[in-house]
């Protein structure tokens, strides 16, 4: 949705090197979450942020929300080819019924 | 559990002719919605239902129809299909406490051509 710009659209690293990629809201956020989802299969729910400052980390993932900014950070650190796939950031944005999208950020990682 | 589990994972239909893609849930959440997913737009919210009984349009309602009589199940109708509604369709579900919503749990997708 146009409401969540996600940045870079695409990225190629080598394995081992570290990555961010932001998602950026124009609408206040009532909470930010981030989905994997690897070439032509579902959605894999990463983590969820739910309050400004927070940071969550699962594995070698780390996710910041900074609510002043309206965006968040993914961060992966030493990248491997598992962490390839698209990588979407979603929000709740006017309320808690409608649920949006970022257009995704396709992640491939170079043996 | 099964999650949510969607049916048929690939579609082929004719211009014209209409069809139900099937979502059903086990994990008892009021939340369900239907997203489309095409190359550079990310995932689109087509409808999306609050609990049984109750929905309401999303980003792209238009040549769909949802109903929510139980809350296990939320089909989604293609009334005419038409070649711009190929696309792959997911079928989303969560829960809710208070404030805060535990994210969507996501089926695997139906692959829909219209030719």
């Known amino acids: 949705s146009q409401e969540l710009e996600q940045s870079p659209q695409s990225l190629i690293v080598q394995e081992g090197k570290n990555l961010t990629i932001n998602c950026t809201s124009s609408?206040?956020?009532?909470?930010l979450y981030w989905y994997k989802q690897k070439y032509g299969e579902g959605l894999i729910f990463l983590m969820m942020l739910q309050k400004g400052g927070e940071e969550k980390s699962h594995e070698k993932i780390t996710a910041k929300l900074d609510e002043k900014k309206q965006q968040s950070s993914l961060h992966i650190t030493a990248s491997q080819p598992s962490h390839a796939g698209i990588y979407l950031c979603?929000?709740?944005?006017?309320?808690?019924?409608?649920?949006?999208f970022g257009s995704g950020t396709k992640l491939n990682v170079k043996p | 559990n099964a999650g949510v589990t969607q049916t048929p994972k690939f579609q082929v239909l004719k211009t014209g002719q209409s069809m139900t893609l099937q979502c059903a849930q086990d994990m008892n959440h009021e939340y369900m919605s239907w997203y489309r997913q095409d190359p550079g737009m990310g995932l689109r919210l087509i409808h999306y239902?609050?609990?049984?009984?109750?929905?309401d349009q999303g980003e792209v309602p238009n040549g769909y129809n949802v109903s929510r009589s139980t809350t296990e199940d939320f089909p989604l109708r293609l009334l005419s299909a038409a070649p711009s509604q190929t696309s792959v369709y997911f079928c989303?579900?969560?829960?809710?406490?208070?404030?805060?919503?535990?994210?969507?749990?996501f089926g695997s997708g139906t692959r829909l051509t219209v030719v």
């Open positions: 989303a579900s969560s829960y809710s406490y208070g404030a805060q919503n535990y994210g969507y749990t």
């Open positions: 979603g929000a709740f944005l006017y309320n808690f019924n409608k649920f949006y």
């Open positions: 239902s609050v609990g049984a009984g109750i929905t």
């Open positions: 609408k206040t956020l009532y909470g």
